[in-house]
């Protein structure tokens, strides 16, 4: 049976439990009686994704709080349940403008979207001023997590750099 009537420590303790993350990822979120940093949603009635945020960052804004984070599958098979750490494509843009690719479990950033995980986009903004960084946008097919789209300004210093991720330049995703 899935357990998400709660949002709170006991329920975290549960979750730790069933999906066995790691104590970097618990040893920097605080999770108190109102919020146990966990988001969990049906994708069917036997598949489930979870959020797991696992620490604070540094505040953007408008944004909210910029953390790091780690997604799972969950999938219920007759008695068996069968976890997966979800693996991020993530991207850094070169001097040279050049995309390069690599997979990550955790991933930091602003979930902007959390009502649809089926369309997931993250916003990760390397300065304060909230002028640089990524915002990608993910899609979460049976487990598997594709890009579909990837925006980048890499460079803080720019003086044209748009505060609007959306007007970040868009590059083609390396396969």
Known sequence: MIRAEKNNITDRQ???KLLNWGNDCE???HADESSSGLDVYTENKRKYIIHVTCTLGAYQGYQGYQGYQQFYHLT???DK??????????????????????????????????????NLIILNQYSGYGNCGTLTTYKIINGEVITTQ???????????????PDKWP??????
């Open 81 to 118: 349940t069968i976890v997966k750490a979800l693996m991020f494509p993530l991207y850094k843009v070169s001097k040279k403008k050049a995309v390069k690719k690599e997979l990550a479990a955790e991933i930091w950033g602003n979930v902007l979207n959390k009502s649809d995980y089926k």
């Open 27 to 29: 040893s920097g979120y």
């Open 76 to 78: 219920l098979e007759g």
């Open 14 to 16: 549960y979750w730790r």
């Open 150 to 164: 990837f925006r980048s300004e890499p460079d803080c210093e720019s003086k044209k750099a748009s505060r609007d």
């Open 170 to 175: 868009e590059y083609s995703i390396p396969r």
